[in-house]
């Protein structure tokens, strides 16, 4: 769900913020990432920052609307809640 | 869903949403520079004529470079966000069309009519709310610098300083602490929600 929702309030990012963000290893980060990659929610993107390389990811039409749902559903159960009241 | 990780999730969306924002300590180099400035308009500025503004633009592009550099170290060490085109526009138009001008209107406002009230104080105090509020809310320390900003007004009556100019020597140097301050508590924020890497360790989960 943090790389989801990260991915969710930009564009892109980059290996290392999702690393520090979730605080994985890089081979446990990159099996979530293959996972959500294959579930085709998230894209993944190689390019080359001078000689370095960088792994960016972002989320796919799918992803975004599947997270855009997730957080509607959410912010419906805290307002449901919100209005529950205790039968006496 | 517990409701404390709901709340992380939160603050995750927002720290993404205004990554460069929370990279506080590119606010020091700033933050030293207006205390620079606040320095220059007081009476205890020991330099005068040409070498005075050379000293004082070279704080001022020192601040910048300084802030370029700890950009490049955020990053190096906790990674790069691209934002999302346009989702800021509003924000953007409404910083520079009605903010910016409000904060020098207010000066021109002290320096010339002289009020009272210090009004350069609460409009930059209602300016760090307006700030705090738009890039993500989460670090309460900008509420309090707004309080304090808003208080400096008072401080004529109570025979502080003079109404008009002498005020804002001592409120950039408030300013200027508020930026380094600031900073590094937005720092600290942010190393709490990007935890350093553990090789080979997983310290969380997804």
Known sequence: ?????????????DFL???????????????????????GLVRVEKEFV?????????????????????????????RDALGWHPEV | MQAGS???????????????????????????????????????????????????????????????????????????????????????????????PLLVASMVVDGLLKPPLFVTGPVWGAGTLAYWWSTGRGRPHYVVASGILGAFGLLPLFGVFAPGTAGLAPFFAVLGAIYMVGGVLDHLELRRLLRPVVPGGDTSTV
């Open chain 2, 6 to 100: 709901t709340a992380r999730l939160e603050r995750i969306r927002s720290m993404t949403d205004n990554y460069f924002f929370w990279q506080g300590l590119r606010l020091v180099p700033m933050g030293a520079a207006l205390m620079v400035v606040a320095w220059r308009w007081s009476a205890w500025w020991p330099l005068t004529g040409p070498t005075s503004d050379v000293v004082t633009y070279a704080a001022l592009a020192l601040a910048v470079w300084g802030s370029v550099v700890v950009g490049r170290y955020y990053r190096r060490s906790f990674g790069d966000v691209r934002a999302m085109p346009g989702a800021h526009a509003r924000r953007n138009a409404l910083k520079w069309l009605i903010v910016y």
């Open chain 1, 50 to 78: 001078g000689k370095i390389p960088v792994t960016r990811l972002a989320l796919t039409r799918l992803g975004r609307a599947g997270i855009e749902r997730h957080w509607q559903r959410l912010e419906a159960l805290r």
């Open chain 1, 17 to 39: 913020y999702l690393q520090r963000l979730t605080g994985l290893s890089k081979g446990n980060l990159s099996s979530h990432l293959a996972k959500l990659e294959e579930g």
């Open chain 1, 1 to 13: 769900m943090s790389i989801l929702t990260a991915l969710s309030a930009c564009r892109s990012a």
